[in-house]
């Protein structure tokens, strides 16, 4: 374990694809019963797009997302050296939820009822009006539930 190197006033209230509530939440269904994570893994707390011929996920896509990636299993720490990942690799098996209530770092100034937008080149979101547009993204049925500044994390929510 490294040293400590800085002191945070306030705990995080939590990481990147943790469940935002214990509201009720839903799994993506698949033909074959098992996603795996394609070539370049998937990233937690991201949307992805699944590859159906190859019952692949990935974090870059076209068209509506499939669904969000949770922060149910763990993610592999495959850098030499790093101190954390969100990086499931290739190959491992993972689910994705299209329901619920989630948290997630926004790339945009976020404000409660904001629709939120899935960056097609990796997962990554956005948030804007509802019906807007989003130069390489497309929105989702998922909606701002909590303000917050660019690299926030805030709290996504599915439900109306």
Not at 11 to 33: H, K, M
Not at 69 to 95: E, K
Not at 118 to 140: F, N, P, Q
Not at 147 to 153: I, K, N, P, T
Request: hydrophobic share 45%; glycine share 12%.
């Amino acid at each position: 374990m490294p040293f400590q190197t800085s002191i945070n006033q306030y705990q995080a209230p939590a990481v990147e694809g943790d469940f935002a509530s214990d509201n009720t939440r839903t799994s993506v269904l698949n033909a074959v019963e098992q996603l795996l994570a394609a070539a370049a893994g998937v990233t937690v707390g991201r949307f992805a797009w699944i590859d159906n011929p190859t019952q692949t996920v990935s974090n870059v896509g076209s068209g509506v997302p499939d669904g969000f990636v949770h922060r149910q299993y763990g993610a592999l720490i495959t850098q030499w050296l790093a101190q954390a990942g969100m990086l499931i690799p290739q190959g491992v098996q993972l689910s994705l939820l299209n329901q619920g209530d989630f948290w997630a770092k926004t790339l945009t100034t976020a404000t409660v009822g904001q629709k939120v937008y899935a960056v097609l080149a990796d997962g990554t979101i956005k948030t804007g009006a509802a019906g807007g547009s989003i130069a390489g993204a497309i929105e989702t049925k998922w909606s701002v539930a909590s303000a917050g500044a660019v690299g926030d994390l805030i709290k996504m929510t599915s439900w109306k």
